[in-house]
């Protein structure tokens, strides 16, 4: 998803303008445009986040659901025109470059706030680590459930236990996760950015379809009425759904990193701030397609995870293919997500104990007919404890939708609006007090205040799911 260039020079060169062939860092001339940016970006944002649109928008309604969906497009596109402005440190056309999220907060900020950042930073990815392993589970047994419901006619309940898929797609993570930099193959942004069009099209089609069966557009005003639900419940359901529509829209924490392979002139920011509008557009009409499309199927009954808590099971085919996309999508962009954190943390290591044997050994492996394969012991067993934790704890914990809103959340606020704005406070030095300064830190208090409620909702949603619960006995 975001491709990261060999350093030629060393790196403490001055940045001063780049020569035919470098850019003013010393790395190889960056060839990005607005169009690859765009093109990262979309692939980044349409994950499975798009899958519980439906659901967020039945709680809200038709008024509320696509104004919330615009408000939460409109932030995002206004913190990530600040980040965009992060980029470089000082002079937007020449200062020094900041590589990646963490870098822009360093330079930025400073001290406590650099580890503040890093611990949510990394949280959220393990965050997401395990909520692609649940969704990708549901969507392997949504194929399945699909086929037995076809060949039974849909007089058989077919009822299956996850942990099965679950471990599938553990193991498949162990064996991609020793793949040094696989995040950087150019061929994995591509796919992903086909399979998750796929699937979101797919979702697309068979609600539209719905809605023609029906002969009417389901739901209403204020959503999900008060009798199918308790006034708490509705409440707290309410402030899920806007974690989830959050989850769908978080990305700020890659923008840097994609700035990274922008070409300049024109200044990287002008180029990122197009990017952002248009993927943002692009992104924002597509959630409003899919989230209210599937609630005018469904209305009330509009499921957590649009292509499995299906009401059809026809055209069953057009529902395999789409799941099958999102298992592919999954896998790859579960690794896009932790191989950034894995590379962290083996750094840290080989810093800690520069004179291990036991980090810095490799071990030869002679494949016939290929070059040595190289592994790191090290690396073997952090990066295979990691996914199989995350798949114990999926295991544990499966419920879909209040995962999704609960990392949303968690992650919005202080990834999404507060580090890009005092970031972008220090870089302009905006005096305290001043108007400016008095309406940002309104507008991140606003934002805290919303992800506190979607935070609390999303604890509820998981507090009931509990109750009818039994530890890796999850059966759907």
Known sequence: MVQHHQTVLAVDMPQTGGSKYL??????????SVWTASAHIITAVIGSGVLSLAWATAQLGWLAGPVVMLLFSAVTYFTSSLLAACYRSGDPVSGKRNYTYMDAVRSNLGGVKVTLCGIVQYLNIFGVAIGYTIASAISMMAIKRSNCFHKSGGKDPCHMNSNPYMIAFGLVQILF?????FDQLWWLSILAAVMSFTYSSAGLALGIAQVVVN????????????GAVTETQKIWRTFQALGD????YSY??????????????????????KATLVSVSVTTMFYMLCGCMGYAAFGDLSPGNLLTGFGFYNP???LDIANAAIVIHLIGAYQVYCQPLFAFVEKQASIRFPDSEFIAKDIKIPIPGFKHLRLNVFRLIWRTVFVIITTVISMLLPFFNDFVGLLGALGFWPLTVYFPVEMYIAQKKIPRWS????????????????????AAG???????????????????
């Open 23 to 32: 850019d003013d860092d010393g790395k190889i001339k960056r060839t990005g």
């Open 316 to 318: 069953y085919w057009l």
């Open 245 to 248: 529509i959050a989850f769908a």
């Open 252 to 273: 700020s924490i890659i923008l840097i990193e994609i700035q990274d392979t922008v070409k300049s002139p024109p200044s990287e920011e002008k180029t990122m701030k």
């Open 458 to 476: 999303s604890i509820a949603g998981v507090l009931l799911d509990l109750k009818s619960y039994k530890p890796f006995r999850s059966e759907y």
């Open 215 to 226: 002969g009417k557009v389901k739901g209403s005003l204020t959503g999900i009425s008060i």
């Open 435 to 454: 108007t400016r300064w008095v309406c940002l830190q309104v507008f991140s208090s606003g934002c805290l205040v919303i992800s506190i409620a979607a």
């Open 177 to 181: 996760s020793q793949i040094p930099d």
